[in-house]
């Protein structure tokens, strides 16, 4: 059967939309080209169509997959905790083991409140920051994402004529874009400047590094700088570590970095593949939940989950870890410049830990408006390729890397870069390859 038909996964999608909008559950997936393929399961760093196509997975569902598919530690325990309950509405030994663990590799911190997703932990430190300081209003940087919700999905990819708010989808409060003030990624004195002359600034909530546009690395001193500069003016500082939390380094950006912000929120690797959500930060803040501040959720740090936290964080923990996530990483980004380089295409390839990304059509991606630059259709084309030659990408050229990868599987990556890429520049990618109109 051909890997360029897929009839399985079109079927199901066909079938999918009579009953999901658009036939997916995240409406991101909907734009996948040549269209969502739908999988029955996954090992290692491989994962399997229902066509039966096997493919090296650089998706890691979108990033959780920290561990890889069917890691035996956390299979296990997920196993027994599910035979025992899945959530109990009470307390449980997990609660205080995984906050334990969490706090011992982020240990500038006193305290962890559970949560289930990013989007819901980002809105839960934005309100402590507000009931901390008594302001309502808040700073973000441009192309940051920090989850779909009205107040924070703004400035990442929709602006004005002159870059300025605009919401980013169909439905969103106009009240949002008021709340919120967009300063330039890495640009310290424009937000020393906000900071000075708007007293109403409850928080600053950046990505560390910016992985959502274009896994740009800080400049120099930038998280210094802010640090000193939200102190100076009694700004609570949130680092959005959903991506770089357990992933760059044991304790994230800022082990990584050696700047410590007053909270930190992390999701997606931090249950290896489940849903959860925390947010580590300082007693004096994150204790204001217990002072009048609603942190609410059913399912907020149910042992389901918290099981999945404590055994992800073991596996973490094994030695080697974060120096094979660098070394493997490095040298996927290396393979990749080569490929871009033979032949002749213009492109960027960024990389910190387990983390590339690669950008067609740009000689680096320092900013994000070089992000916002590169070459979205040709990249597009690219991934379809590599989709037919057992490759699995993400769309906007991200790829992830879990533990369960291996130098063979990397080896055999930067080779089918090196033909797809090859073919692209010479156009001759085979026309079942080109992405559907």
């Not at 936290?309 to 030695?319: D, I, K, R």
């Not at 084309?381 to 991200?398: D, E, H, N, S, W």
Request: negative net charge.
């Amino acid at each position: 059967m051909s890997k360029t038909e897929w009839p399985e996964s079109k079927r199901m999608w066909e079938r999918a939309k009579r009953s999901l909008s658009g036939g997916v559950s995240t409406g991101l997936r909907a734009a996948a080209k040549p269209h969502p393929i739908f999988f029955t399961g996954g090992e290692g760093a491989t994962m399997t169509d229902v066509d039966g196509n096997v493919y090296i997975d650089y998706v890691m569902g979108w990033g959780p997959n920290i561990l890889g598919h069917g890691n035996a530690r956390l299979v296990r325990a997920v196993t027994e905790q599910i035979s025992r309950g899945a959530t109990y509405g009470s307390g449980h030994r997990y609660e205080f083991e995984a906050a334990e663990a969490l706090l011992a590799i982020y240990p500038d911190f006193e305290r962890v409140l559970w949560s289930n997703t990013g989007t819901e932990a980002d809105l839960a430190a934005l309100r402590i920051a507000r009931a901390a300081t008594g302001r309502q209003r808040f700073v973000k940087f441009t192309g940051h994402y920090h989850g779909w919700s009205d107040t924070m999905l703004l400035g990442y990819r929709s602006f004005d004529g002159a870059g300025g708010l605009v919401p980013e989808t169909r439905g969103q409060s106009a009240d949002a874009l008021t709340q919120v003030e967009l300063v330039p990624w890495g640009d310290a004195a424009a937000l020393r400047a906000l900071l000075e002359k708007d007293h109403d600034i409850a928080a600053v909530l950046l990505e560390p590094v910016l992985c959502n546009s274009g896994v740009i690395v800080p400049p120099p001193q930038f998280l210094q700088e802010v640090r000193d500069v939200c102190t100076e003016h009694g700004v609570v500082l949130i680092f959005d570590e959903v991506i770089t939390g357990l992933r760059i380094s044991p304790g994230g950006a800022v082990e990584r970095f050696g700047v410590v912000p007053d909270m930190v929120v992390l999701a997606k690797a931090v249950a290896g593949g489940l849903t959860l959500a925390a947010i580590v930060g300082r007693a004096d803040l994150l204790d204001l939940t217990m002072q009048g501040v609603t942190h609410a959720g059913t399912y907020n740090g149910n042992p389901l989950v918290l099981a999945a936290a404590v055994a992800t964080m073991q596996e973490l923990s094994a030695p080697g870890v974060y120096e094979d996530f660098e070394r493997r990483g490095a040298r996927l980004a290396d393979g990749l410049r080569a490929a871009l380089s033979a032949a002749g295409l213009v492109g960027a390839v960024n990389q910190i830990g387990p983390v590339v990304q690669i950008g067609i059509g740009v000689e680096r991606i320092e900013t994000t408006a070089d992000f916002f630059a590169v070459d979205s259709a040709r990249y597009d084309r690219v991934a379809v390729a590599l989709l037919t030659r057992g490759i699995f990408v993400m769309p906007g050229g991200r790829l992830y890397l879990s533990t369960a990868h291996t130098d063979v599987q990397i080896e055999a990556t930067i080779t089918i870069f090196t033909e797809v890429l090859a073919a692209e520049a010479a156009g001759t990618l085979a026309a079942a390859d080109a992405v559907a109109s």
